[in-house]
């Protein structure tokens, strides 16, 4: 078992930026695959961006290619989604998800790859 809990979440302006965190306890961090997913109002969850567990792969949605990183610390158990020059579209609850592996440089970006996930935490993006 793997529990999450991301935070970091908030009410910025366009053009603003925020880091999202996301803690993991539990079974040994190194060998989860992790992605970040978030869910528009009214929509359904979709993928923003993964990091393979070794930390050499990582993967973006084009809607957020450029503006955002995914990064982990195995150290500390982490996984951070850094957003930069945010739009009114980026608003969604955002969610973490995380995916046992054997292999270290692949990443998963389907919702229904993910084993476990945190609680989400909510991002406004004002015009």
């Known amino acids: 078992q793997v529990q999450l809990v991301e935070s970091g979440g908030g009410l910025v302006q366009a053009g603003g930026s925020l880091r999202l965190s996301c803690a993991a306890s539990?079974?040994?961090?190194?060998?989860?695959?992790l992605g970040w997913f978030r869910q528009p109002p009214g929509k359904e969850r979709e993928f923003v961006a993964a990091?393979?567990?070794?930390?050499?792969?990582?993967h973006y949605a084009d809607s957020v290619k450029g503006r955002f990183t995914i990064a982990r610390d195995i150290a500390k158990s982490t996984v951070y989604l850094q957003m930069n020059d945010l739009k009114p579209e980026d608003t969604a609850v955002y969610y973490c998800?995380?995916?046992?592996?054997?292999?270290?440089?692949?990443?998963?970006?389907?919702?229904?790859?993910?084993?476990?996930w945190g609680q989400g935490t909510q991002v406004t993006v004002s015009s």
């Open positions: 998800g995380a995916k046992l592996t054997y292999y270290s440089d692949t990443y998963y970006s389907t919702v229904n790859e993910y084993n476990y």
């Open positions: 539990g079974r040994t961090f190194s060998r989860y695959a």
């Open positions: 990091i393979s567990w070794s930390g050499g792969s990582t």
